[in-house]
């Protein structure tokens, strides 16, 4: 594999000095390029110019694409007039057609949100509270005032 220098420095050598491949091995035998390597990179210098990558090339993306995007955002956040009208990733995989990962993604890299499971809590009464309370002070008092902090 050729690092980005690497890949200047064979295109400069090409373009000004016309080198080959095997001519950049002889000159360059630390590197352990490849003969098929080189000639490839070489062909592709000759075609259009330049070392990068042509534009479209590799696996064009499906899932991940804006108005994807925007359809979860909608869903995963709750909307002003109605509070609590927000859905589950799962929920969100059903309504879409999309999967779970791919939801996932799209909350996490492209919105920028971390993922919480919901999970049902107890309401608590005055009474619990009253003696949460009670319990917490009795607790305080077996420790010395030093090692306590208290706000």
């Not at 990558?53 to 995007?69: C, E, N």
């Amino acid at each position: 594999m050729f690092s980005k220098e690497d890949k200047y420095v064979i295109k400069s050598l090409r373009e000004l000095k016309g080198y080959s491949a095997r001519r950049l091995i002889r000159e360059f035998p630390t590197k352990r390029w490849h003969l098929s390597s080189l000639n490839y990179l070489i062909q592709k210098i000759d075609e259009t110019g330049t070392v990068d990558r042509r534009s479209g090339s590799g696996r064009p993306r499906t899932a991940r694409v804006s108005s994807k995007i925007n359809q979860v955002e909608e869903l995963v956040l709750s909307q002003d007039d109605k509070p609590q009208s927000h859905q589950s990733l799962i929920q969100i995989t059903h309504e879409t057609g999309m999967s779970l990962t791919s939801v996932h993604r799209i909350v996490k890299r492209d919105l920028s949100l971390k993922c919480v499971k919901r999970t049902l809590g107890q309401e608590l009464t005055a009474a619990n509270k009253a003696a949460r309370l009670a319990r917490c002070r009795k607790l305080l008092h077996l420790y010395l005032p030093e090692m306590v902090q208290m706000m």
